[in-house]
Every structure is written in structure tokens, then in C-alpha cells.
């Protein structure tokens, strides 16, 4: 390394002389320039050769002196860095999909999630074009159990609005498909993305699949008499395939997200390794190590409270207990009422718990609120931790835990209001969307304390991306003494 800080002085130097001389005013400039390169030189960091990329060879040939541009200066570099447009790509998708959960509640909360009878992923595209496939249509919703039991009232007008708002809810994911897949397979082929990158892009494609079966067998669960009787249930879908549902879009929304943010972060360091390095240091401290285990409980209990909510809104057991902070006249419901026998199916009762605990609408709402004062809490403590070693943890990252704690305080206010005003509509789909902001927030929080990748690491410090930075001063400095009136 020393070798090389050396020749790029060298190189530099040599090309300062040349420069200098033409324009006739060697003894000043030269020895202010070469004071400048010995300098500089000094200035370059001294790293020791870990990985393979080391045994590169340096020669004079090598891009050290010339603009950087990825896949022309480093082969290594452009297999590891993926293009900035990939980035871009996958936070707007993220925005679609975050749409899409929200559309999704307000399909449910309007209960117009079971008016379309059938799943046709390609001739489904298009909403009745006519009367007569009007009535066709309605006349397969007055098949379903939904339209006998509850809405044999409505008529052909009121079922076009519930067949509008699922039908945007599906044309809305067949969108994402297709400007998830098209760009992936573009970005693939034509090498904008590395390789870790298309392994990414391929499960996000697996799981975009997999949501589409997913929301269809969530809605077979409602429209078929026979599951309905089994759950002893009223027609709506079942509770766990709602909650899966949300689930695997919040998989695939926090995929998508964290993928962008992952390759904006390369990026930034690629394009500036100095600044890369002396962060790596800090992430590198065992200080910071508990904060980085904290980043990932708070994504984890943020996940598991969406979850629980999932189930609240899944069983409408938002419409139990309208007080808060109490539960009715008590601070929680009897235990008879919490293990209430008959949510048991087995003789022996031994699934007594775990069906009050998924099934019965007063537990599932005292679990939901319980996930959610933990999760208030957690991000408090980790808050006050967080101020208290403000100096090792990086200041975006603090930044983002301020804005988690404004979140969780909104979310919380949101939820209790949906509780206190029995769930209307617009407070409950703002407090759907209140959950996916609480997820962003800690997912930025927990992407910002990661370490970076090791190929990537190593990349950026075996290569010579600190001495183009300190060659990139040298040839500024010689082009400014060029162009200086004699
Ligand atoms: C940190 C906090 C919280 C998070 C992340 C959260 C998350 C969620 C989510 C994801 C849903 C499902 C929405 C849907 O699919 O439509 C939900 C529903 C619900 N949450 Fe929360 N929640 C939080 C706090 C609270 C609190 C403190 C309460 C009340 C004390 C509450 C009451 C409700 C109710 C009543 C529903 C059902 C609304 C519906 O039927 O659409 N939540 N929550």
C-alpha cells in the first residue's frame, strides 16, 4: 500500500512538473505543488490487504488517475455496486405497495372485500363492460353467503361500489407485478444490479407470487359456506388468513425497502469511500452493538403488534370494550370471559388456550393492546438509551429514532381513538397506515445501524478508491495552477 501511495505521488508529482514547467513557473509552483502532494500523500490512509481483491496489481495503467466510473475502473466494483435507478425503482414500488394496504383496509372496512366470486388473474383485468355482464355478475354475488346473510338488500348500484373498490384493490396488484417483474428482468439483463441484489429481487418476486394466492385464499375463506360453519362464523374472512395476508405484504414492503436503502447506502459510499470509511469505524465499535440488537427487537415488535391488529381487524374485535384505558368497568376482563370454554374444540380442552388467544375477540383485542403498550414502551426506553450514547451512534440514526418516537406516540393516539369512536372507517384506515409508518421508521432506524457487507467493505477499502479521492485533489490542484495567468 505504501508502494502505491508512493507511485500515485509519483505519477501525480511527474504530471505536476510537466505542467508546471509549460507554463513556465517551475521553482514556486513546483515545490508549492509538490508540498501539497507530500501532503497528500501522507493524508492516504494505510490499509493492509485482507481479501482477494488485494493481490490486484497496481501499475501505472490502473484507473487511480482517471474520473471514476463504476464498471469502466473496477470490475470487482461493478458486480458488487448496483446502479442508484435500481434504488429508486424499488422505495417507489415499496410506495405502491404501501397504497395497497391501505386500499386493502379500506376494501375490508367497507366490507366489500367478498363481491367478486371469482379469481381471474388475466381476464379479471377488466370490471363488467355492459348490463348484461353487470347482472351476470351480481347475480354470482347473490350466490355467495355474504349477499343471503347480510346484504340481501342491496341492489345492482350498491353492489357496482363494493365490486369497484375489490376490483381496484386487485387491478391495483396486478400493477404492482407488473412494475415489480418488467424491471427487475430489465435492471437483471442489462447488469444493473449485482449479484446479491438479483438473489433479493428474486424472492421479492417469489413473495409477490405468493401474495396473490395468498389474498385469494383469504377471500375463499369467506365465500365458502362449508369453512364458515366450521368457524361457527358470521361470512367474513378467516382472522389467520387476513392477518397473512398482511403480513406477507408487510414482508414484501419492508423487502422492498430495505433492498433500496441498502443499495442508496453502497452507493453514497461507494461514491465517497472517506467519508464510508470513518462510518464503518463507528459502526464497528462494541458500542454500538446493543443499540444494533435494540434496532432489530423494535423492528421485531413492531411487526408482531401489526400482526396482533391484524387479528383485531380480522375478528372485528374492535367493536368489544369501547373504553380505554380501562377495558368496560375493569382494567381487564374477567378470566371467564378471557378463557371462555367455548372456544375450545377439543374434549379434553387442551386448545383452550391458544384458541381464546387467536380466536376469542375479547383476548385478541387485551393481546393487541398489551403488543402495543410494549411496543410504546420499548421505543421510549430505547429513545432515552438512545439520547444517553447520542456520541456513538450515527446522527441519522438518531434522527430516525426521534421520528419513530413521534410514530408510535400518533399510531398509539390512533388506536385508542378507533377504540374510544368504535372503529369509523377513516380513523381505522389511518391507523392501518399509522402501522406501516411505524414499520418504516424502524426499519430505516435498524438499516442505518447495519454493518456493511464484507465483499463491499473489502471493496472499498482494497481498492483504490482513497487514493483516486487524494489523485483527484492532485490533478484539481494541477489543472487550477494550469489555468492561472502567467
Ligand atoms: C404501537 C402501536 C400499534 C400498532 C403498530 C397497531 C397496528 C394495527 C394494525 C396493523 C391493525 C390492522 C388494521 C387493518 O388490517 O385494517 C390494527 C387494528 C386495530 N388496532 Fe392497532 N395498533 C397499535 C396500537 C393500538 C392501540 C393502542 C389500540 C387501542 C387501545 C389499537 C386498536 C386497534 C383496533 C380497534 C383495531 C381494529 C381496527 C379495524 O377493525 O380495522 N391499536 N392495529
Given at each position: 500500500m505504501l508502494f502505491r501511495n508512493i507511485e500515485v505521488g509519483r505519477q501525480a508529482a511527474r504530471l505536476l512538473t510537466r505542467t508546471s514547467s509549460r507554463l513556465a513557473w517551475q521553482s514556486v509552483t513546483t515545490s508549492r505543488a509538490l508540498s501539497s502532494?507530500?501532503?497528500?500523500?501522507?493524508?492516504?490512509?494505510?490499509?493492509?490487504?485482507?481479501?482477494?481483491?488485494?493481490?490486484?496489481?497496481?501499475?501505472?495503467?490502473?484507473?487511480?488517475?482517471?474520473?471514476?466510473?463504476?464498471?469502466?475502473?473496477?470490475?470487482?466494483?461493478?458486480?458488487?455496486?448496483?446502479?442508484?435507478?435500481?434504488?429508486?425503482?424499488?422505495?417507489?414500488?415499496?410506495?405502491?405497495?404501501?397504497?395497497?394496504?391501505?386500499?386493502?383496509?379500506?376494501?375490508?372496512?367497507?366490507?366489500?372485500?367478498?363481491?367478486?366470486?371469482?379469481?381471474?388473474?388475466?381476464?379479471?383485468?377488466?370490471?363488467?363492460?355492459?348490463?348484461?355482464?353487470?347482472?351476470?355478475?351480481?347475480?354470482?354475488?347473490?350466490?355467495?353467503?355474504?349477499?343471503?346473510?347480510?346484504?340481501?338488500?342491496?341492489?345492482?348500484?350498491?353492489?357496482?361500489?363494493?365490486?369497484?373498490?375489490?376490483?381496484?384493490?386487485?387491478?391495483?396488484?396486478?400493477?404492482?407485478?407488473?412494475?415489480?417483474?418488467?424491471?427487475?428482468?430489465?435492471?437483471?439483463?442489462?447488469?444493473?444490479?449485482?449479484?446479491?441484489?438479483?438473489?433479493?429481487?428474486?424472492?421479492?418476486?417469489?413473495?409477490?407470487g405468493l401474495q396473490g394466492f395468498v389474498g385469494w385464499w383469504m377471500v375463499k375463506s369467506g365465500l365458502d359456506q362449508e369453512q364458515l360453519d366450521a368457524r361457527k362464523s358470521k361470512p367474513t374472512v378467516s382472522q389467520y388468513r387476513l392477518t397473512t395476508h398482511l403480513g406477507t405484504a408487510f414482508f414484501l414492503y419492508m423487502g422492498m425497502l430495505w433492498t433500496g436503502l441498502e443499495i442508496l447506502r453502497e452507493c453514497k459510499w461507494v461514491k465517497n469511500p472517506v467519508q464510508a470509511l470513518s462510518l464503518f469505524k463507528k459502526l464497528d465499535s462494541p458500542a454500538i452493538g446493543p443499540m444494533r440488537k435494540i434496532s432489530l427487537g423494535l423492528l421485531a415488535v413492531s411487526f408482531l403488534t401489526a400482526m396482533s391488529g391484524g387479528m383485531v381487524a380480522g375478528l372485528d374485535a374492535g367493536w368489544i370494550y369501547n373504553t380505554w384505558p380501562k377495558m368496560g368497568e375493569q382494567w381487564f376482563p374477567s378470566s371467564r370471559e378471557l378463557m371462555d370454554e367455548n372456544f375450545s374444540r377439543r374434549?379434553?380442552?387442551?386448545?383452550?388456550?391458544?384458541?381464546?388467544?387467536?380466536?376469542?375477540?375479547?383476548?385478541?383485542?387485551?393481546?393487541?393492546?398489551?403488543?402495543?403498550?410494549?411496543?410504546?414502551t420499548s421505543v421510549l426506553a430505547a429513545h432515552m438509551y438512545a439520547i444517553k450514547k447520542k456520541a456513538v451512534i450515527p446522527k441519522n440514526a438518531v434522527t430516525s429514532l426521534h421520528v419513530m418516537m413521534g410514530v408510535v406516540t400518533l399510531q398509539a393516539t390512533l388506536g385508542i381513538l378507533t377504540i374510544l369512536y368504535l372503529v369509523p372507517v377513516s380513523l381505522a384506515s389511518i391507523h392501518q397506515a399509522g402501522a406501516l409508518a411505524l414499520l418504516t421508521s424502524s426499519l430505516v432506524f435498524a438499516s442505518q445501524l447495519r454493518k456493511p457487507r464484507a465483499p463491499l467493505r473489502n471493496m472499498i477499502i482494497t481498492l483504490p478508491h482513497s487514493s483516486k479521492v487524494t489523485s483527484g485533489k492532485i490533478l484539481s490542484e494541477a489543472s487550477k495552477l494550469a489555468s492561472r495567468p502567467l
Open positions: 502532494i507530500k501532503q497528500q500523500v501522507r493524508k492516504v490512509p494505510s490499509f493492509s490487504f485482507k481479501t482477494s481483491t488485494s493481490t490486484r496489481p497496481f501499475s501505472f495503467s490502473s484507473p487511480v488517475l482517471r474520473p471514476h466510473v463504476a464498471s469502466e475502473s473496477n470490475p470487482m466494483e461493478s458486480r458488487l455496486k448496483t446502479s442508484k435507478n435500481v434504488a429508486y425503482w424499488l422505495i417507489g414500488t415499496s410506495g405502491l405497495v404501501f397504497g395497497i394496504v391501505v386500499l386493502g383496509g379500506l376494501t375490508r372496512l367497507t366490507e366489500s372485500g367478498l363481491s367478486i366470486t371469482e379469481w381471474k388473474p388475466i381476464t379479471g383485468t377488466l370490471p363488467p363492460m355492459n348490463q348484461k355482464e353487470w347482472e351476470e355478475e351480481f347475480i354470482k354475488y347473490r350466490e355467495s353467503p355474504e349477499f343471503k346473510l347480510l346484504n340481501s338488500h342491496i341492489d345492482l348500484d350498491e353492489f357496482k361500489f363494493i365490486f369497484f373498490m375489490e376490483w381496484i384493490h386487485r387491478l391495483w396488484g396486478r400493477a404492482i407485478g407488473a412494475v415489480f417483474i418488467l424491471p427487475a428482468v430489465y435492471f437483471a439483463v442489462s447488469k444493473k444490479t449485482s449479484g446479491h441484489v438479483n438473489k433479493r429481487l428474486f424472492g421479492l418476486a417469489g413473495l409477490l374434549e379434553d380442552k387442551k386448545d383452550l388456550w391458544w384458541r381464546n388467544l387467536l380466536e376469542n375477540p375479547v383476548t385478541v383485542q387485551l393481546v393487541h393492546r398489551t403488543c402495543a403498550y410494549v411496543a410504546f
